[in-house]
C-alpha cells in the first residue's frame, strides 16, 4: 500500500517531513476515541476534561509499552542499531505491550481523580476498539502485522518499497481482518451498554471479544513479532490471548457478585 501519504518539502535545508498514513491512522483513531468517550462521559455526570487528560497519559503509556515488548521481543533487530528503537514511524507496536502498560497508567488516574473506575472504564471500552480499528488501518498502510503467503482472491500484494510487507508476495489482509473485527467488536461493545448489568461489565467483556478475535488471526500472520510456543503450535499472541480471557471472566463474575449478588 502506500505508506506515506505526501511529503511536507524541506525548507532551510531541513526536512521534507513524509506525512506516514500509520500516524494519521493513530491520530485518527484517538482523536475520534477521546471525542466520543469524553461526549458519553458527559452523558454519564463524569467530566469530559478528565476523561480528554487520562486520554493522553493513556495514549503515551501505551505506545511506550507496545514499543518496549516490540523490542523485547525482536532485541536482535536493534543490535546493530539501537537508536532504531526511537523510530515508531517505521511500524512495530505490539498491542498487548500497550495494554499492559495502559491499564496501571489508567487506574493510577481516576485514583488520583477520584473518579469511578469501573463506571469510567466501561464509558472508554468501546471506543478503545474503534481507535484500535484505525490503527490496524495503519498498519494495513505501513505493511507491517501482515499475513502469511496467500494466493486467493482475499490475497493483498505490497509494492511500495518503503512498506514493511514483503514485496510483490500475495498476503492475507491480516490487518483488514482485525481492523474489521475491532469495528465489529466497538458495535458490539455499544449494543451490549444497553443492557449493562453491572459497572465494568462492558470493560471486561472487550478483552474477551478482542482476544477471540486475535487468537484467530493470529493463524494467519506472517510477520516475526509473535514468538512461537509448542513447537510452532501456538503463538505468544495466543497465549496472551487465553490468558486474557480467563482473566476477564473471573473479574466479571467477581465484579457481578460484588455489586449484584
Known sequence: MHPILFEIPAFFGIGPFPIRMYGLMIAIGFLLGIYLSARQARKEGINPDRIVDMGVYLLLSAIIGSRILHVI???SDFTRNPLDVFAIWKGGLVFYGGVLAAIPTGIWYVKKHNL?????ADIIAPFAALGHAFGRLGCFFAGCCHGTPYSG??????TDPQSLAPQGISLYPTQLFE??????????????????KFDGQIFWLYPILYAILRFFVEF???DTDRG???SGMISTSQII?????IVSGVM?????????G
Open 241 to 245: 490471548a487465553i490468558v486474557m480471557v
Open 228 to 230: 512461537f510456543y509448542f
Open 73 to 75: 521481543v525482536n532485541y
Open 153 to 158: 482472491f482475499l490475497g493483498i500484494t505490497f
Open 252 to 260: 466479571l463474575w467477581r465484579l457481578k457478585k460484588s455489586q449484584i
Open 179 to 196: 481492523s474489521g473485527g475491532e469495528f465489529l467488536n466497538f458495535g458490539i461493545l455499544l449494543f451490549l451498554r444497553r443492557y449493562k
Open 116 to 120: 469511578p473506575v469501573w463506571k469510567t
Open 220 to 222: 494467519y500472520r506472517g
